[in-house]
């Protein structure tokens, strides 16, 4: 059976036309069922969109009608769900979040006893399963707030960094009026640091709107402009987190996980030796790595596929270039907070701006959309673009990299190329674009 609608990370789509409160119900109490156990306790924890309270009231009737307890927590950002799963020893968490998408979306992330989300394995049958009768659960469970979740959360979050000082230290936030808003002030402010916050007022549909971790204009302009030492910007949900120097120029993930990974690797906290990161991830990264002594291991996009890879290899750094950072010292996802507050005990009082972990080649990147998913696969077999990525790959053999790839979730073909000059990086990265282009005109037109 075909998956149709578990994606790379739980159900996603627009609230109430695709994920409605019918489906939401549907599917906690099927995952429930398939768990097993007696009375089995599901927390369900939401971000700030409008719809997340009808989803929540939606699972916890699901988990209740299939005999478990359902467990509020409210809104926390989604690492919190795993942290509390383990901390309180429960079965299953649900998560409802959209993560950076537009308030009218909303999704619905499970995760297991052991703090991981389901694997691919069980999605599957968990949607194989709506299609089965429903057999009435001999029990009914209860529903009941979980109090003190937010103070389990920050608690966590001080005992990892408790060494971490940050008295004197001038910083702004960007919670993008999401599921971050009042745990990230909050922990900086112990930790003594002087905090100010932007996008901290969620109304149920600014979540992410012109702010946040994909939108990060406001940020560059206020701590610019207004003496801050650095900023840190977060996605609607809390997992991932994008930095800001004191100038205003943005450091994205592959430069952050660069930054963690010699700081463990130096302090002998790096289990493995190595981290793992995706193939979008910047060439010069991989240099840097290889001049500290750290072992990479490159997976294809997607947050899952990084913490696959920690998990089979023994490691626990990982991440990717949106900000997804993987620290499974801490937690067994990615946790935005944490991997701000892991960037500033790296710096260890340094200057953001005087940074010098990875030095980072021009990369360019290129969308070119096909017709249908059929002109696609064609194209990406076509001997000419295969004779065409060899050319590029062999010039720049040991200074650059080509990466031609379909889009697993679009009809799009993205070519990407990183060399040592901007221009060299124009050059390459157009040819392979007219190449592209030419063979989905012919297909088009055959």
């Not at 790959?393 to 031609?404: H, I, M, P, Q, T």
């Amino acid at each position: 059976m075909s998956r149709h609608l578990f994606g790379t990370d739980g159900v996603r789509g627009r609230a109430g036309q695709f994920l409605t409160a019918e489906l939401a119900l549907a599917l906690a109490r099927t995952a429930v069922v398939r768990a097993g156990g007696e009375r089995p306790q599901v927390l369900i924890v939401r971000d700030t969109r409008e719809s997340g309270e009808m989803l929540e009231c939606a699972i916890a009737a699901g988990v209740t009608a299939a005999g478990g307890d359902a467990l509020l927590a409210g809104v926390l950002p989604t690492p919190a769900a795993p942290m509390l799963v383990r901390r309180h020893g429960l079965q299953m968490a649900a998560v409802i979040s959209a993560s950076h998408n537009p308030y009218e979306d909303n999704g619905i992330k499970l995760f297991a006893a052991d703090g991981f989300k389901l694997d691919d394995d069980t999605e599957h049958a968990i949607e194989a399963a709506l299609g089965e009768p429903t057999v009435p659960s001999s029990q009914i469970g209860r529903v009941r707030r979980l109090h003190g979740a937010l103070e389990d959360y920050l608690r966590e979050l001080h005992t990892r960094f408790s060494e971490l000082d940050l008295s004197g230290r001038r910083i702004l936030l960007d919670c993008a009026n999401g599921a971050t808003f009042r745990a990230a002030p909050e922990i900086f402010r112990r930790l003594g640091a002087e905090v100010e916050v932007m996008a901290d007022e969620p109304d149920g549909r600014n979540i992410n709107d012109g702010c946040g971790s994909t939108h990060l204009g406001p940020l560059q302009e206020r701590v610019a402009a207004g003496a801050y030492e650095l900023g840190f910007a977060f996605d609607g949900d809390g997992d991932r987190m994008l930095a800001v120097d004191g100038d205003g120029q943005v450091v994205d993930g592959d430069e952050l996980v660069a930054l963690a990974a010699i700081h463990l690797h130096e302090c002998d906290r790096l289990p493995g030796g190595g981290v793992a990161v995706t193939v979008m991830t910047n060439y010069g990264f991989h240099t840097a790595m290889a001049g500290a002594g750290v072992e990479v291991a490159t997976t294809q996009v997607g947050d899952r596929y990084v913490l696959d890879e920690l998990r089979r290899r023994g490691w626990a750094l990982g991440g990717e270039q949106s900000g997804h950072i993987i620290e499974l010292g801490f937690g067994p996802s990615g946790d935005g907070i944490a991997s701000a507050l892991l960037t500033l005990e790296a710096l260890g009082g340094d200057d953001l701006r005087a940074r010098s972990a990875m030095q980072k080649l021009p990369q360019r990147l290129v969308n070119i959309r096909a017709a249908d998913r059929d002109s696609l696969t064609s194209t990406m077999a076509a001997n000419e673009l295969a004779d065409a990525i060899l050319a590029e790959e062999s010039a720049l053999a040991g200074r650059g990299r080509v990466l031609v790839r379909a889009s697993g979730t679009e009809p799009l073909i993205r070519v990407m190329v990183e060399a040592p000059s901007a221009q060299e990086t124009d050059d390459a990265c157009g040819r392979l674009t007219d190449v592209v282009k030419t063979v989905l005109g012919t297909k088009l037109s055959a």
